[in-house]
Structures are given as C-alpha cells and as structure tokens.
C-alpha cells in the first residue's frame, strides 16, 4: 500500500469515468459496491473532495445517508469491464456484488466502508456535505433526458480523508 496525493491520479480518474466507471463503495450490514460514471474530484472549503451523485432509488443511497461515508475504487491497468456492469446493473438489494464478481473488501483505513482489492487506486472520503438536485433549477433538456421518471440524484460531497495504491 502506497499513500499518493490526492491529485496525481486526476487524468486517470475522468478517464475512467468516461470507460465503464469507477465502484462506489459502502457498508451497512454488508458490504456493497455500485458503478459510478459521474462525479469527480473538486476543491470546496479548502479540501479535497470527492463528489458522488446517486439516484435516490440505489440501495447505496441510504447506506451512505446512514454512515455518512464511502470509498471509490478506482481501475487503473485492470479489467474490471465486466464487474462494473455487473455492479451497475444490479442492487445489493438483491445480490451480494462482492461475491458474485469475486471482488474482495479490504477494510478502509479511515473509515468503515471497504475498498475493493483487484483496483489498485483508492479514495476513502467523509461526507461533509449533500445536495438533493433541484428539479426546478435544472436545464429542461437534461431534466427531460435524464430525470423521467423523475429518479434525482443526491450529491455527496466527501473529504478525501485517504488516497493509496494496493
Ligand atoms: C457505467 C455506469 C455508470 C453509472 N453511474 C451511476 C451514477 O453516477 N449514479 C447513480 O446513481 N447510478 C449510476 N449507475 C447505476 C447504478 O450503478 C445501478 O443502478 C446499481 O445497480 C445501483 O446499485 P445499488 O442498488 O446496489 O446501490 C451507473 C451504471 C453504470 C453501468
């Protein structure tokens, strides 16, 4: 395990975002991992933060609104392609993910939410703030492409409290 600054990785994150995701990670009484193609890397308040909108209708959601923290692993050489359409198209609800793509959580460091071992970039993050998307402050043409039914995101804005290799 290599602890790197926060933002050496950036390229690599938005890549990644744009080439099948990164995984999204919490616990509750289990571990669960969704896919995540949007969000990102901001500064707010002076920190590091990592931000993560997730539609209110994931189990994730109300994991995170009940620890108030996650990680996100990130691929970096691996193909992880099948994983994370797996992830991203089924429910913790349903299926252990961890199992059923044979993914092993490692404890966080600094939280309780697990990291996935087979990615090699890890970011473990605090919630900080939240946001529940705003229907009527969004542009009409995204609302309409992304928004019927109307399933709105919340953003988690979390402090990057922990940025390592495995
Ligand atoms: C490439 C990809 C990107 C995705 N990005 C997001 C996202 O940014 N936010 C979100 O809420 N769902 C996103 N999803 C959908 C969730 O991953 C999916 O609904 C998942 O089954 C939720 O798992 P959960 O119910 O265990 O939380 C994405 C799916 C894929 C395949």
Known sequence: MKHVPYNEYLV?????????????????????????GWGGINIYWSKPIFVVPVRKSRYTHGLIEKAGEFTVSVPLKEDMEKALEFCGTTSGRDFNKFKE??????????????????????????????????????????????????????????????????
Do not use: W
């Open 12 to 36: 690599e994150v938005i890549q990644q975002l744009r080439q099948g995701g990164l995984f999204l990670n919490t616990k509750g009484e289990k571990n669960n991992t969704m896919t995540i």
């Open 101 to 166: 793509c044979n993914l092993t959580p490692v404890p966080g460091q600094k939280v309780n939410a697990p990291i996935i071992k087979e990615c090699s970039l890890h970011y473990e993050c605090k919630v900080v703030y939240k946001q529940d998307m705003v229907p009527d402050n969004l542009d009409a043409e995204i609302a309409k492409e992304y928004y019927s039914p109307p399933d709105y995101h919340t953003l988690y804005f979390g402090e990057i409290v922990a940025c390592y290799l495995t």
